[in-house]
């Protein structure tokens, strides 16, 4: 059976303390940390550069998934390899060369993500999958954490039969809860993204038991 990765999302950690967070989503459960990079342009939200993603690089110790909601993209992937990503993905919505962008993102050394946004038709990918190792799924309109999952269960089904025997993650990115995770999951998707379902609850005083958030998904 394919075994699910949990990717929290530091969109809605503790922005005044990163370092922490990271390190104790880490502690707690998390396999992969998923940074979310938007640019107020590409979504209607702003969060990190590059220089905040090469502050996070040290506290990361597993997998460091870089998910650049940014328009363009190309002019910035040398600097997120550079500050560190595991993994970039772009979205197939964020310019017109897909097919380049992950030819871009593959010579820098890091494993390449292809994003789809819910109206996105899944087809759009259906000519790069050889050029990538996972394919996001948005189950939200991105630009911001805590939003109401949207159920695209049956594109996900769609995504994974392309797939096909190919070594490419599907990863869930959305409104994923423990009452979500386990349609996405029997679609065929692979690695989920949470945010506010892990650090609900967290405060500086009495930081959220992430753990029992991470298990429960
Ligand atoms: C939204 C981001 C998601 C978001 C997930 O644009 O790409 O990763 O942070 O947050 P939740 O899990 O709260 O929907
Ligand atoms: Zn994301």
New binding site residues.
Partial sequence: DRSIKIAP?I??ADFADFGREIRAIEAQGADWV?V?V?DGHF?PNLTFGPPAVKAFRPHVKTFMDV?L?ISPVDPYIEAYAEAGADMITAHVEAGPHIHRTLQAIRATGCKAGVALNPGTPASAIEHVLDLADMVLV?T?N??????KFIDLTEKVRRVRAMIGDRPVHIQI????TPETAPLVAAAGADVL?????VFKGGSVENPAPYGDNIRAI
């Fill in positions: 999302s969109l809605s998923h979310d938007m979504v998910h909601m948005m939200v991105p630009g911001f954490g805590g939003q990115d959305g409104g994923v993204v949470a945010g506010s379902a």
